[in-house]
């Protein structure tokens, strides 16, 4: 587990954007076991899974279908109990077939974050994902990250709040 | 872990973004009305002469499926931009350019078909006889998916500028004239499809679209796409 820490505007989101292979890095290269991953391409999105600042949630759509759609774009084939037991783990137990556009922008985090649950990678990026959240789902977002992290998963995340997953030695990254 | 292939990946986005335009439904009419009243605009404005609407029905009809399918250009990808789904796309771990595809074809179900379907009825409004009817649908069948394509490539270049929706019109527009001589060409004088002109337009057709999806694949991928915009900026 690494979390990436350092004021406004030092760069974290350019970080974490610059190893999903959003951004080429000045110098040097990045690398997934042992490969470049602008070589491995596709092979490095199967394994890896990003949840920006934005949601990615469209609004028309209800939490249901917004999932089986991003589920189906990374290429995992779920079916609709998976979704809903996702759904229910994050706590939106009757919302799942409300539009996302009823939703409060911290239940509409949580169906962002719900696709974690659904996708197999092992490698999570993860930029500022407890905005919006409240202290009940921090809690269950530290959960999450342990269970990730026991099932042999990384994780890269930025946050100006203190998240402590038990057990797990965290590493820090400064940016200044 | 079952990975989806590139059909259940173009069918995945298709349906995606059919069902949104179900939600948004006033987007879809919006082209379609746009383009209702200002084929119509003309029989009013020129006056019950059979002759000289019979004359320019084609290319009437061409032009306001020209700027009716310009409308809804902007709409391509924004949303997609601005809620960050497109963001996601970049990082599904199959061909881009699949996605592309899908995203113009569905465009094209939502914006072009419509049009295609509703300018026979307008060519009544024209006098056209049968036959040119069938040319004229016939024409825009082939026509209005290269305006989603070619629209697709300025849509994507504009993405995020500010005023991105005039500066898309004023760069396609122009890339868009050799269709509008093509399809208003063979739609009107003649009314006759030559043999030899199909296969050419298919061709270009084919062509057009090979190149267009392969750099739109290509274009919005990470690092391209900031090259792009600086050569689009400067």
Known sequence: ?176 | MNKLSLLGLLSLVIRRDLVLAMRRRADVLTTLIFFVIVVSLFPLGVGPEMDMLRKMAPGVVWVAALLASMLSLGRMFSADYLDGTLEQMMLVPQSLSVLVLAKILAHWMVSGLPLVIMAPVLGLQFDMPTQALWVLIAALLLGTPILSMIGAVGAALTLGLRGGGALVSLLVLPLCIPVLVFGAGRSGSRCKWHKRELPLIVARRATGDGIGIYAMGYGPRPAYFDRIKHIVYF
């Open chain 1, 1 to 176: 587990m690494l979390q990436v820490q350092g004021a406004n505007g030092s760069g974290k989101t350019i970080l974490l954007r610059t190893l999903c292979g959003f951004m080429m890095p000045a110098t040097g290269e990045i690398r997934w076991c042992g490969q470049s991953i602008h070589e491995l391409g596709d092979a490095f999105y199967a394994e890896m899974v990003y949840l920006g600042h934005l949601n990615a949630i469209k609004d028309e759509l209800n939490a249901l279908e917004n999932l089986r759609i991003s589920a189906g774009l990374a290429g995992c084939k779920v079916d609709d109990k998976q979704v809903i037991a996702a759904l229910r783990r994050l706590g939106l137990r009757g919302r799942e077939t409300l539009p996302v556009k009823v939703l409060s922008q911290g239940q509409r985090r949580r169906v962002a974050l719900a696709r974690l649950l659904l996708s197999n990678a092992p490698l999570w990026i993860l930029d500022e994902p407890l905005t919006a959240l409240d202290v009940g789902a921090v809690g269950l977002m530290q959960e999450l990250i342990g269970e990730h992290l026991l099932n042999n998963g990384m994780v890269i995340y930025t946050t100006h709040q203190p998240l402590e997953v038990v057990g797990v030695a965290t590493r820090w990254l400064a940016l200044s």
